[in-house]
T-cell receptor, first 116, second 110 residues
Framework: DVKVTQSSRYLVKRTGEKVFLECVQD?????MFWYRQDPGLGLRLIYF???????EKGDIPEGYSVSREKKERFSLILESASTNQTSMYLC???????????????FGAGSRLTVL | DQQVKQNSPSLSVQEGRISILNCDYT??????FLWYKKYPAEGPTFLIS?????DKNEDGRFTVFLNKSAKHLSLHIVPSQPGDSAVYFC?????????FGTGTSLTVIP
């Protein structure tokens, strides 16, 4: 069964701490994404990556950075966590093309981050 | 600006009846439309998709309809079951990018 694995399901951090959220996929997908989900706002794209060492800003990159040193791993970094970054963080991956034709995102289980 | 909109935050349906979830979009360049289902504390899971060149796609109890002239799509679930209770996200894709709606919380009442 193909998987996107997020290393931490629940985290509690203090304001100003540096936070690392790790994501690993085993599907050999080229594309990887980080979203955050907030009630009433849906899924908002933070950063995405089309290839190793490549990254592109999404709709809400402020306060975040990413790292993709290996194809299977995409890390989200909060340099100095703030309370407004309390959220559910979702990692996803996709291939360039699928047999079905639609480019489908496969999501991890999510990381619930609380910043105090 | 939100390119994909789900204007109904919630929907309640009796078990066995039809659930209809709606979605509107603004960008005519989208080439695929997808529906995802999300349970609490889990990641979204892919449900069904439709190409922009089609107007209907069916998979078991789930059917997605696309009206390109109205820039509108809908997901029909027939018959609805209590296990269908979840948040449903509509998404549109173009050139490897995905745009999501804000979600509709479906409750199927036994």
């Amino acid at each position: 069964d193909v998987k996107v694995t997020q290393s931490s399901r629940y985290l509690v951090k203090r304001t100003g701490e540096k936070v690392f959220l790790e994501c690993v996929q085993d599907m050999d997908h080229e594309n990887m994404f980080w979203y955050r989900q907030d009630p009433g706002l849906g899924l908002r794209l933070i950063y995405f990556s089309y290839d190793v060492k490549m990254k592109e800003k999404g709709d809400i990159p402020e306060g975040y950075s990413v790292s993709r040193e290996k194809k299977e791993r995409f890390s989200l970094i909060l340099e100095s966590a703030s309370t407004n970054q309390t959220s559910m963080y979702l990692c996803a991956s996709s291939s360039l093309l699928t047999q079905a034709g639609a480019n489908v995102l496969t999501f991890g289980a999510g990381s619930r981050l609380t910043v105090l | 600006d939100q390119q994909v909109k789900q204007n109904s935050p919630s929907l309640s349906v009796q078990e066995g009846r039809i659930s209809i979830l709606n979605c509107d979009y603004t960008n005519s360049m989208f080439d695929y439309f997808l529906w995802y289902k999300k349970y609490p504390a889990e990641g979204p899971t892919f449900l069904i998709s439709i190409s922009s060149i089609k107007d209907k796609n069916e998979d078991g109890r789930f059917t997605v309809f696309l009206n390109k002239s109205a820039k509108h799509l809908s997901l029909h679930i027939v018959p609805s079951q209590p296990g269908d209770s979840a948040v449903y996200f509509c998404a549109a894709s173009a050139r490897n990018q995905f745009y999501f709606g804000t979600g509709t919380s479906l409750t199927v009442i036994p």
